[in-house]
């Protein structure tokens, strides 16, 4: 159980296109999910906090207008990267907490910007 | 938010050698410290949890230790193995609920 599916694993787009990431609980309903940057070697650094149907809370630094996010249920959130450039590239992995349970990790989404 | 510290960031031991891996974390309301494991280019997975109503806990050859006065906590593997290498990370619960806020991880080789 506790199955976060996270699509696209790995993309490549050019600079200035923006890219979508969708993070799904596949069979547990999720309140919250979270998203996290990866550098290699690095540790996750949060992005925000996102509950199904309201505004997601981003952490200090991260700019919400460059990474849109939306929770339109219970089981689905998206990262949306606009505009994408080259420092943008990085590994993104979501995660999924019902509760005041552990949280679930997605697989993870590799993101290059040419 | 929370700040969380971790040390070492490498880490090499002889396999059945025993390896720690130790966290401080700076918000005294923080109440749940999850450990992750990671390998390379996969999704962390949690491997052990703690509570702040308990001071440690085992399960098999990992075991976590809570001193919330100091306000750290530390991961004690036994007995390691080849398989436990891999990058383990520690977390401690935000102040307003449900977020982690990552130790910046530990890369654990086991030499067979």
């Known amino acids: 159980g506790a199955v976060v599916s996270q699509h696209p694993s790995w993309v490549i787009c050019k600079s200035g296109t923006s890219v979508k990431i969708e993070c799904r609980s596949l069979d547990f309903q999720a309140t919250t999910m979270f998203w996290y940057r990866q550098f290699p070697k690095q540790s996750l650094m949060l992005m925000a906090t996102?509950?199904?149907?309201?505004?997601?809370?981003?952490e200090q630094g991260v700019e919400k207008d460059k990474f849109l996010i939306n929770h339109a249920s219970l089981t689905l959130s998206t990262l949306t990267v606009t505009s994408a450039h080259p420092e943008d590239s990085s590994f993104y992995i979501c995660?999924?907490?019902?509760?005041?349970?552990?949280?679930?990790f997605g697989d993870g989404t590799r993101l290059s910007i040419l | 938010g929370e700040n969380v510290e971790q040390h070492p960031s490498t880490l090499s031991v002889q396999e059945g050698d025993s390896a720690v891996i130790k966290c401080t974390y700076s918000d005294s309301a923080s109440n749940y410290f999850p450990w992750y494991k990671q390998e390379l280019g996969k999704r962390p997975q949690l491997i052990i949890d703690?509570?702040?109503?308990?001071g440690e806990k085992k399960d098999q050859r990992i075991a976590v230790t809570l001193n919330k006065t100091a306000k750290h906590f530390s991961l004690h593997i036994t007995e390691t193995q080849p398989e436990d290498s891999a990058v383990y990370f520690c977390a401690a619960e935000g102040n307003t609920g449900n977020q982690f806020y990552f130790g910046t991880g530990t890369s654990l080789t086991v030499i067979p």
């Open positions: 703690i509570r702040s109503n308990v």
């Open positions: 995660s999924a907490v019902t509760g005041a349970g552990p949280q679930h």
């Open positions: 996102s509950n199904e149907g309201s505004k997601a809370t981003y």
